[in-house]
């Protein structure tokens, strides 16, 4: 194990609540997808079940940064006790309804009260780390940790949803995240570092964190980030189809999420010079030059060989993210600012859909890669317009 890893294990506090950030995350991860196999399940429509997920996505984007602004202006304990609770009733009334009047409109209604009032444990936890690690290189790691966890969650969740479903069916599933996730947020909020968490004495204002010229350029790398892998998605699946093997673009997509493990590991295991900002841009192009080596692909073997590399920037990219928000965010908002970066990654994730689905059929698989490369390209170029306010982030009115 790398010494920096290992300094980072030695770390008070930091075992637990990684550990608790898994018991957290991982359902947050899986129930989206339990979520649309129960609507599939009960409803009969894949339509319909669409429609049902949107609406819990679109409720979690828009939610959580309120939750953000909660914990900024309270502390974590009470706002994530209470978003646990009313998300706990949510789900029930999900389950509920699923059995007694499964209609598209109904479960929709219920599926949005659930997203709504998650609870923002992945927020919470982030704006902790500066709090429990003073050393910066040790936070660096501790931030490569955490964007790993989230790389696991994203594959472990929708397993384990798969795995129960089969065996027992898609509400099991459901109630199985809605269980996990209310132990370990209410987990999280008894630990040590969490109730003593104390928020600024300084008020965010209305604008939050949407003040600070450097976190509005992160947000806009999230939304190019999310838009990325939301055109990538379907690119891997309509490269397979090209080639009659559509389950194919699966094994893509899983050398795309191994590679971002392996990235994460190697980025989080040394020490970095450069500034966080100086490295985002670099980290950016590298993804656009690799994601772009796609599109030269012969075959589905070649594609999934070049799925790796490709992933191998993902994490790292995350992790400067992670970074610079703490750094870039005013005082009294950082929560808020990192809910926003999740609200903007779903955002442009839901934008990547949209413009590949445009694509998708229209022109080859090729064009998607390279349209998918432009988005990193955009990004990098908008990071070196902003350099100078995610190095030295520009002082803000009550900041």
């Known amino acids: 194990m790398s010494g920096a890893y290992r300094r980072l294990w030695r770390q008070r506090w930091v075992p637990a609540l990684l550990l608790v950030g898994v018991c957290a995350r991982v359902p947050l991860q899986a129930y989206v997808f339990a979520v649309l196999l129960l609507a599939v399940e009960r409803t009969g429509s894949y339509p319909a079940a669409g429609v049902v997920t949107a609406a819990s996505g679109l409720a979690y984007a828009a939610g959580v940064p309120v939750h953000g602004r909660l914990v900024d202006r309270y502390g974590q304990t009470w706002p994530l006790r209470a978003a646990s609770v009313v998300n706990a009733a949510a789900f029930t009334g999900l389950l509920v309804t699923a059995q007694v009047r499964p209609t598209a409109g109904a479960l929709a209604g219920w599926a949005a009260a659930v997203g709504l009032s998650l609870p923002p444990v992945a927020a919470a936890a982030r704006a902790l780390w500066s709090r429990v690690i003073a050393d910066d290189g040790i936070r660096r790691t501790a931030l490569a940790v955490d964007a790993m966890v989230l790389d696991v969650a994203l594959i472990a969740g929708p397993l384990l949803v798969t795995a129960v479903s089969a065996a027992v069916g898609a509400a099991w599933a459901v109630g199985g995240c809605a269980v996990v996730l209310l132990g370990g947020t209410l987990w999280f909020s008894t630990l040590p570092p969490s109730r003593a968490w104390t928020p600024s004495r300084r008020g965010g204002g209305l604008a939050g964190p ?38 194919a673009g699966g094994l893509a997509l899983a050398a795309f999420g ?44 070649a594609l999934v060989a070049l799925a790796l590399p490709a992933g191998f920037f993902l994490a ?47 022109v080859p698989a090729g064009v998607v890669f390279a349209t998918a490369a432009g988005f990193a390209a955009l990004a990098a170029a908008i990071v070196t317009t902003g350099t100078k306010t995610l190095i030295v982030p520009t002082a803000v009115e009550g900041s």
């Open 210 to 247: 949407l003040r600070a010229p450097g976190v509005v350029v992160l947000l806009l790398v999230s939304l190019l980030a999310g838009a990325l892998l939301g055109v990538l998605r379907l690119g891997f699946v309509e490269f397979a189809g090209e080639r009659a093997d559509p389950a």
């Open 258 to 301: 191994a590679g971002s493990l392996l990235g994460g590991l190697a980025y989080g295991a040394r020490s970095w010079r450069a500034d966080a900002a100086v490295r985002m841009r670099w980290i950016l192009l590298g993804y656009a030059c690799c994601v772009g080596a796609l599109a030269a692909a012969p075959g589905v073997p």
């Open 316 to 362: 790292p990219l995350v992790i400067c993210n992670f970074e610079l928000v703490g750094r870039c965010a005013p005082a009294g908002t950082t929560t808020e600012a990192f809910a926003w970066g999740i609200t903007a990654t779903f955002a442009g994730s839901a934008l990547g859909n949209v413009v590949a689905g445009a694509l998708a059929g229209a």
